[in-house]
């Protein structure tokens, strides 16, 4: 139960991208189509679970006990780009269309602030192993909840008369804060 | 943008013509999640500030030193190293400041910003140029957070600075320092900037094109003179 609450809410309620601002910069590059936003999730969500594993063991298991912990910002972000460089290495090796499809976003995940982000909340809140888990399941579910749904929006906005300077970016953005709005109403769930 | 090399130039350039937020849409998660007030905004612009000043002066001093395949993570390495004084600084001189920004200020080592110019003008540049244009893009990015975070406070929370500036009659928005806000708020400046943006450029055409007819209008008598001569 303890596991599920988690898991909801990450990915609902306190939703990593529109009441955490984590992400952003891939919420606005790649929603213009809706199957690269969803790649790009799942990519996301891979890296984000992987990252929780082992972000959790180095922080428990090496640094903490070693007194450390100064160093957690430069290891988890090493661990990060290495994970997303071994990611990139399997994809290319195991799918070869998988990996023409995610194309540059793929080593982009790197900056990624969910990512890091992520790793700190979980050293913030003293999680369990299997709370790490399922917290980033949770988040990169968000994430890509709020990817789709944004692309989807914005194949539509393709068709709609927008004023010439909220074309692109303002639009997205005003969009997204009206999503966040819509998000707002499930803050009572939990 | 501009050729000359001059410092001011460099410092200049971030603060406008290629503003972090407005024209690179550089940074923009802790642009959303910090500018609750003014204060917030103001400290995060300067810690943001203070580890790209450090961390573009250090790459552009050792850039002939890294191998080409492994730049990035050196880069994120110094950023980091950075970002971790700038946080157990604030943890113990401003520890209410230190919660309020919570887990943004270690996310400055993702800030795109830094890792941008690193890459894009640090890692190209002498030493001097490399921190004037690092002082004018946090200078620029600060900028932005102080308007973003000014227009929140106020129509948020009716303060400015923890100080009320509205009186009790008008009814706080509390809507603006709920994360909606942040999109929206940040949204419509964007468009703001893109429209005055726009208008400066069909201005400049304008100029160009009566400037053209002008010449033209120079030139023409003398061609129609060459003509009836010729006949």
Do not use: H
Request: proline share 4%.
């Amino acid at each position: 139960m303890e596991l599920l609450l988690i898991f909801l809410s990450a990915a609902i309620v306190n939703n990593f991208v529109l009441s955490y601002f984590l992400g952003i910069c891939p919420f606005i590059g790649v929603s213009n189509k809706l199957t690269s936003a969803f790649s790009m999730g799942v990519a996301t969500t891979f890296v984000l679970v992987l990252t929780a594993v082992v972000t959790w063991m180095i922080n428990n298991l090496i640094l903490l006990p070693a007194g450390l912990d100064y160093l957690q910002y430069v290891s988890f972000i090493l661990v990060i780009a290495s994970l997303v460089q071994f990611v990139e290495m399997f994809i290319k090796k195991t799918s070869q269309p998988l990996y023409r499809a995610l194309g540059i976003y793929l080593p982009l995940i790197t900056t990624n602030c969910a990512i890091l982000g992520l790793a700190l909340f979980m050293a913030l809140r003293d999680y369990s192993m299997m709370e790490s888990i399922f917290f980033g399941l949770g988040a990169g579910t968000g994430f890509t909840l709020a990817l789709v749904i944004m692309a989807g929006i914005r194949e539509e906005l393709e068709l709609a008369d927008i004023p010439k300077p909220f074309r692109g970016v303002p639009i997205t953005l005003i969009t997204a804060g009206l999503l966040a709005m819509a998000f707002m109403g499930f803050s009572g769930l939990i | 943008m501009s050729k000359s090399n001059s410092p001011l130039n460099d410092f200049m350039n971030g603060i406008w013509k290629q503003n972090p937020i407005f024209k690179q849409v550089l940074g923009t998660c802790p642009t959303l999640a910090v500018t609750v007030s003014i204060v917030n905004g103001v400290a995060m612009g300067l810690a943001t500030t203070f580890v790209l000043l450090f961390s573009s002066l250090i790459i552009s001093m050792i850039k002939k030193l890294i191998p080409n395949q492994v730049r990035i993570a050196a880069y994120i390495v110094v950023i980091a190293t950075f970002v971790t004084i700038v946080d157990i600084v604030m943890k113990a001189q401003f520890p209410d400041l230190s919660k309020a920004l919570g887990p943004f200020i270690p996310l400055i080592v993702v800030n795109c910003i830094i890792l941008g110019r690193a890459e894009a003008f640090a890692s190209k540049n002498t030493v001097v140029r490399s921190g004037f244009d690092a002082l004018g893009m946090g200078a620029g990015f600060t900028l932005a957070l102080i308007v973003i975070g000014s227009i929140r406070e106020i129509l948020g929370s009716n303060k400015l600075f923890g100080f009320v500036v509205l009186p009790d009659t008008v009814e706080p928005m509390l809507i603006f320092i709920l994360p909606a806000g942040a999109f929206l708020t940040l949204g419509i400046l964007f468009g703001i900037a893109n429209n005055y943006e726009q208008k400066k450029k069909d201005k400049e055409i304008q100029k160009a094109i009566t400037a053209e007819r002008s010449t033209k209008l120079v030139t023409a008598p003398a061609s129609v003179q060459t003509e009836t001569e010729e006949a």
